[in-house]
């Protein structure tokens, strides 16, 4: 069975700092890693996913996530955050040849002015 | 349609009555998820359904709760006799393809329920 760490519940940060957000994973299979974000009253939106290939990930609104198999490890960053990222994000893993996704308990990012 | 959508999208019960949730998937997706997200908590997979096909069901928390998929597009999650367990928000996703793959599963807004 997979399961996902997210090491922080909360992250407070300014706004036009960098952030990390971490996550880290168990699975004994192979494994897709997805990163979630979760505006208020609103559904999940996917960020990135790494499916294969290069283990740097970019994904939309500038994040970028890097693949660490040896640390089963996939953070996420940004080098300079905005009031507008302030949300829950969602760390996830799905085996390859499997269908559902598993979760981590969620992030949520306080960018502070 | 442009995206996942789901209704209600907020229901209260009463401890003991029957609920109906509704998800309309994206256009053409093959793929159709159920997830129950507790508050402060990752959401967490109920069922699967690949077409009208419910391929998985290894996480429905008891036999109260009930999914179905008839035609391969819309679909209902039902929870009988509603426990205060059961509060949470749920939310369905699709995907495009049958197979299992790294394709991407597109969320709904999700329909928060509270038991009473």
């Known amino acids: 069975a997979q399961s996902v760490t997210q090491l922080d519940s909360q992250v407070p940060v300014f706004e036009e700092a960098p952030v990390e957000l971490r996550c880290n994973y168990s699975?004994?299979?192979?494994?897709?890693l997805f990163w979630y974000v979760q505006y208020p009253n609103q559904g999940l939106q996917l960020l990135l996913k790494?499916?294969?290939?290069?283990?740097l990930v970019k994904g939309i609104n500038g994040f970028e996530a890097e693949f660490n198999k040896s640390q089963t490890s996939f953070h996420l960053r940004k080098p300079s955050v905005h009031i507008s990222d302030t949300a829950e994000y969602f760390c996830?893993?799905?085996?390859?040849?499997?269908?559902?996704?598993?979760f981590g308990a969620g992030t949520i990012l306080r960018v502070k002015s | 349609g442009a995206g996942v959508s789901q209704s209600p999208r907020y229901k209260v019960a009463k401890r003991g009555q029957d609920v109906a949730l509704r998800c309309d998937p994206i256009s053409g997706h093959v793929s159709l998820f159920w997830y129950q997200q507790a508050l402060g908590q990752g959401p967490e997979f109920l069922t699967y359904?690949?077409?009208?096909?419910?391929?998985?069901k290894s996480g429905l928390p008891s036999d109260r709760f009930f999914a179905e998929r008839p035609e391969g597009s819309v679909s209902t999650l039902k929870i009988q006799r509603t426990q205060q367990e059961d509060s949470a928000v749920y939310l369905c996703?699709?995907?495009?393809?049958?197979?299992?793959?790294?394709?991407?599963?597109?969320f709904g807004p999700g329909t928060r329920l509270t038991v009473l």
């Open positions: 359904f690949q077409n009208e096909a419910q391929l998985d």
């Open positions: 996703a699709s995907s495009l393809t049958p197979l299992a793959s790294g394709d991407t599963q597109y």
């Open positions: 996830a893993v799905k085996r390859e040849y499997g269908n559902k996704l598993v």
């Open positions: 699975s004994s299979v192979s494994v897709y």
């Open positions: 790494y499916l294969s290939g290069s283990t």
